[in-house]
């Protein structure tokens, strides 16, 4: 479960932020985004609040936060074995992009060198 905060109140967001830092992560790469105002266009959106809307109502614990975001979090997702694969495949997708050709012929070059360099020292020791 990977969590992103932006809150307008500073005191929820250092909160926030302290209860969940093994979870944090940008929010483009966000799972869910944890928030003080209503957003009704996100569906990632976790609110916090006082009023009967909100996902978690204020005050709360930890425990009660990593609870609400874990129930939210399988809304959404479904079960473990789903978010694996989900995983999987976006690293799949990033792994297919690379492009390491630049860095193949980089090796290729510092390896010749590095033969050159040996080839030269065998021969400056036989030529003695």
């Known amino acids: 479960m990977r969590v992103a ?7 929820l967001q250092k909160s926030l932020e302290l209860f969940l830092a093994k979870y944090l992560c ?9 928030r003080d105002e209503e957003c009704l266009d996100d ?3 976790f609110y916090i609040a006082s009023d009967e809307k909100a996902d ?28 694996k694969e989900r995983i999987e495949k976006e690293y799949d997708e990033e792994e ?13 070059e510092l390896t010749q060198e590095y033969q050159r360099n040996i080839l030269r020292a065998v021969k400056a020791f036989y030529e003695k």
């Open 56 to 83: 978690l109502k204020k005050p709360f614990s930890r425990s009660q936060l990593i609870l609400a975001l874990e129930k939210k979090y399988k809304k959404l997702y479904g079960t473990a074995k789903e978010e």
């Open 5 to 11: 905060v932006e809150c307008q109140s500073p005191l």
């Open 96 to 108: 297919e992009s690379m492009d390491f050709s630049i860095l193949q012929k980089r090796i290729e």
């Open 43 to 45: 569906k990632r959106c």
């Open 26 to 34: 940008a929010s483009k790469r966000c799972d869910i985004v944890v």
